[in-house]
């Protein structure tokens, strides 16, 4: 559903409305309970016309969904900033193409989809105009969900705004421009849920005065339950709505219910990505250049193989790599294609048997994925082998989820796994200039971070390339 931007909302009928939805949402727990053990059921899934076999993995038990103390902290500290149906509700920011930022919250109540903005505190001196949206799932209906691209914006400057002409100001920094050799820092994080740990990995990524997020899909765990959309909306707000946060899809964001509803529904209407501006046809990849680096968002539960739109694309937007412009070369996705733990063992095989050479060919430098709870990083790799001129993969899928760690490893340990841990955690990439980027891993140890690995990493951009590892300790 498609709206434009409305005047201001509210009235008698919030309460009423309230209660059907409490009742909506008993209702929608009962359903989801009955379509997730029936989906859950079947051997394999299809997803955009390609049939995925379920791994031999067998998950360890969930644990409780309910919102921990931690979380619920959080979310109590949300809703006092968020006190009318106007104010702006689970806000976070994103890239949306050069020079421009998009703005993305939700609010209960009708208000327009625009934004007022400038670089003075409490002097706006622009405004933005966006778009509305609202969707349904079973009984389930969302709020108001907006969404405003601002621009054009200056490089590294911090900007001041607010949202639909109520609540209060927030403010958001540009990330560096564009240039080989400008620095720019990245959080990478996957699989990140609503738990304690997840909390945690939150408030560690907060101390990193990182530019943009990179986030390897699996986000808010809401599992055909609605209402865990809107609690990872706002658990995450205090830290998206000052930083981009560019995301990729993970399974989790699925949601297919056969003849009920489509694949990434909420996902799609949620985290609108600049798909667009990068060419792409769907939400579920796209790529985007900041700085010294051009990154690839893959879906890794669409379609894929060598006569898809996403290879087709693909193949496209490598193509306009300048690596004198972006030295630096970075793909992010969900399922890993280099994996030794035991939990979903070749669920990346099929993506990498369509892509990889691409990939190689085009001197991609490192692959992000999630998927797999655990922290793993790989030699520089091809074909299952060491490779100095192959991509470094780095699995990090350890945000914080509900469903517990994968602590199974496989044994022996694969001739290209350098370092691989179950633990809890997030990863900070240091671009340094155009031949030199500083990697480090940071363990949620005790509910402290921990950096436990660390490299030097140089571009496949530059005529020689070699990773100096001052690795601390590599738990197997």
Known sequence: ?????????????????????????????LVVAVVFNLVMCVPG???????????FYV???????????????????????SSSGTDPDQMHVSLAGPGQMKVTWVTASEVPASVQYGKTSGQF???????????????????LIHHVILGPLVPSTI????????????????????GPNVPIKFAVVGDLGQTDWTASTLGHIATFDYDVLLFAGDLSYADFYQPRWDTFGQLVSPYANYRPWMVTEGNHEIEHIPFLTESFRSYNTRWEMPYNE???????????????????MLGSYTDFDRNSPQFKWLQADLEKVDRSKTPWLIAVLHAPWYNSNSAHQGEGNKMMAAMESTLYAAKVDIMFAGHVHAYERTQRAYLMKPDPYGIMYITIGDGGNREGLATTWLDPQPVWSVLRESSFGHGELEIVNATHAYWSWHRNDDAEPVMADSLWIT??????????????????
């Open 125 to 143: 001196t622009k405004i933005a105009s966006g778009v509305t949206k609202q969707y349904s799932y079973i009984f389930y209906e969302s709020d």
């Open 278 to 296: 990068s060419g792409s046809s769907s939400n579920l990849y796209y790529s985007f250049e900041v700085a010294a680096a051009h990154i690839l």
């Open 45 to 55: 899934e299809v997803v955009g016309g390609v049939v995925r076999q379920h791994s």
């Open 159 to 178: 900007y001041f705004y607010r949202c639909g002409g109520f609540g209060p100001e927030y403010n958001f920094t540009t990330p560096p421009p564009a």
């Open 459 to 476: 571009s496949l951009s530059t005529a020689e390339s070699r990773c100096v590892s001052s690795n601390l300790k590599a738990v197997i």
């Open 1 to 29: 559903m498609m709206m434009g931007g409305g005047g201001g909302g509210g009235g008698g009928g919030e309460k009423g409305s309230g209660l059907r939805k409490i009742r909506m949402q008993i209702a929608t727990e």
């Open 59 to 81: 998950r360890p038990p969930a644990a409780s969904a309910s919102r921990s103390f931690a979380v619920d902290k959080l979310l109590q500290q949300q809703k006092k900033s």
